[in-house]
């Protein structure tokens, strides 16, 4: 197999290289798309590629350099968006039949931004079921699979976006984070996955799942990439009511500065049962090596953190019955072919369009918002939500940044909690608080286990403090 030049550069080298000529767009382009050709049957990271529209675009970065005309952050860097993200004209299906034949009339936000700083999107990224799922099983177009050892899980929802990166397919993505979807996926794969503060990242154009929760951000093989990703994509947008109007830190200018003196806060409720012993391991010892950078260690209590599983599949599958009403077989989405009346296009459409477990969320959702359960789960819920954020609020008083796993195992084998839902959703036990807060939270790898899988720790931070995430995986970075 060639090598890929993504795997043997940094982001920085590889922006380097672009710049001083060593390297074009084109040619980085063609690497990443042989890349592609080579390993995506056996991976399932992309869904689709758009060759001719990438070539094109890196000829005229190519042609724009020579002339000595100025360039985005992304400077002719190839990336791949997940498969709810809308590019104009262009598949977008979330990973559903329900979507299969869909092709957006406007750009997401994020694809706006992307091509306003230069960079090249070659293909869309495979992805759980309208991003439902924390293994990519639940997709239409099978699992992707971990490059590590590819009988294993990639994660998910973002599990094609976690892939393309760690596989060297291309350097950088876009993933989208309900309830962990890009961190648990990048703890998988072994890359670094950034899910920003709520409204830190406009959702106009992302395929709403939950709308209270869902983030989109980046991956990367390093902080540099992470950190070049979240400055093009950040900002206020008018198009989305949730988008943050507060300024833009300069996060890839800033992100390697010392963590002398910064505190680090520690849950122990984090490393109790069912917690894996490489993964705590990894953690422990990581956050060991950071004391020795100047960082300090605090003790720290999120008493209604054991609330978030049961919080979260209240909340986010009631999002979804809201938002998944419109695919009805009239308005959007897949109609049957086969009906005797309205109600049973309805019914038909929906049963041929939806699978399992978006079947299973939306009908979670539907009885929890239903006349006589509406304050008794709904209502509750939220009322938990509250307190989840104010143990966060107070941890903070205390400590800069909480750490602690992303998930309770390393990457778990392919099928294995595919016909038990309540242990896949328990896989996402120490991710979901951030989105119940709106927090940042960020995944950097920290080695392989004794099995070769990827191990990584999980940084959270306060509203608004992605810097100091970044900061963070630098410093684990420099450690390896």
């Avoid at 309805?346 to 369009?353: D, K, Q, T, V």
């Avoid at 903070?396 to 016909?419: C, E, H, L, Q, R």
């Amino acid at each position: 197999m060639v090598t890929s030049p993504v795997l043997s550069h940094s982001t920085t080298e590889l922006l380097s290289s672009l710049s001083n000529g060593d390297l074009t767009s084109r040619r980085l382009v063609e690497s990443c798309l042989e890349q592609i050709h080579l390993q995506n049957p056996t991976l399932n990271a992309f869904v689709s590629v758009d060759e001719g529209y990438a070539l094109e675009l890196a000829d005229q970065i190519d042609t724009r350099r020579a002339a000595g005309e100025p360039l985005g952050l992304l400077a002719g860097l190839p990336l791949g968006i997940k498969d709810n993200m809308c590019r104009t004209g262009k598949p977008t299906t979330c990973g559903s039949r329900m979507l299969a034949n869909y092709r957006p009339p406007y750009d997401a936000h994020v694809v706006e931004r992307i091509k306003a700083e230069d960079g090249i999107i070659v293909g869309t990224t495979n992805m759980d079921e309208f991003a439902m799922g924390s293994s990519t099983e639940t997709s239409i177009y099978g699992p992707s699979r971990n490059p590590a050892n590819p009988d294993h899980s990639a994660g998910g929802s973002s599990g094609g976006s976690a892939v393309a990166v760690a596989s060297g397919m291309v350097p950088l993505t876009l993933g989208s984070d309900t309830g962990g979807s890009i961190r648990q996926p990048a703890a998988f794969c072994g890359c670094v996955g950034l899910k920003p503060t709520y409204g830190r990242v406009s959702r106009f154009g992302l395929v709403a799942f939950a709308s209270s929760l869902d983030q989109i951000g980046p991956f990367a093989r390093d902080a540099a990439g992470a950190s070049l990703v979240l400055q093009a994509i950040a900002g206020h947008d008018t198009r989305d009511s949730t988008s943050l109007q507060r300024d833009i830190p300069a996060y890839s200018e800033n992100f390697r500065a010392s963590i002398q003196g910064m505190r680090i806060g520690i849950v122990d409720e984090h490393f109790g049962k069912g917690l894996n012993s490489d993964v705590a391991n990894s953690v422990t010892s990581t956050i060991d090596a950071l004391q020795e950078l100047g960082a300090t260690v605090h003790r720290v209590t999120l008493p209604h953190a054991k609330y978030s599983v049961a919080t979260y599949y209240l909340i986010a599958p009631s999002e979804a019955s809201s938002n998944l009403a419109r695919y009805d077989g009239i308005h959007y989405g897949h109609r049957s072919e086969q009906y005797d009346d309205l109600v049973d296009v309805y019914c038909r459409s929906r049963g041929e369009g939806f699978g399992p477990e978006v079947k299973r969320r939306i009908m979670l959702g539907t009885y929890a918002l239903s006349a006589g359960y509406y304050d008794a789960y709904y209502l509750k819920a939220l009322r938990v939500r509250r307190r989840i954020r104010e143990d966060y609020d107070q941890a903070f008083d205390n400590v800069d940044v909480i750490a602690g796993p992303v998930s309770p195992t390393p990457a778990f084998p392919i099928g294995d909690k595919a016909n038990d839902p309540l242990a896949m959703y328990l896989n996402d036990i120490y991710t979901i608080s951030a989105n119940l807060s709106g927090i940042p939270g960020i995944s950097v790898p920290t080695g392989v286990s004794p099995s070769g899988l990827p191990l990584a720790i999980q940084f959270q931070a306060p509203l608004f403090d992605e810097l100091r995430l970044l900061q963070l995986a630098a410093a684990v970075e420099s450690l390896r």
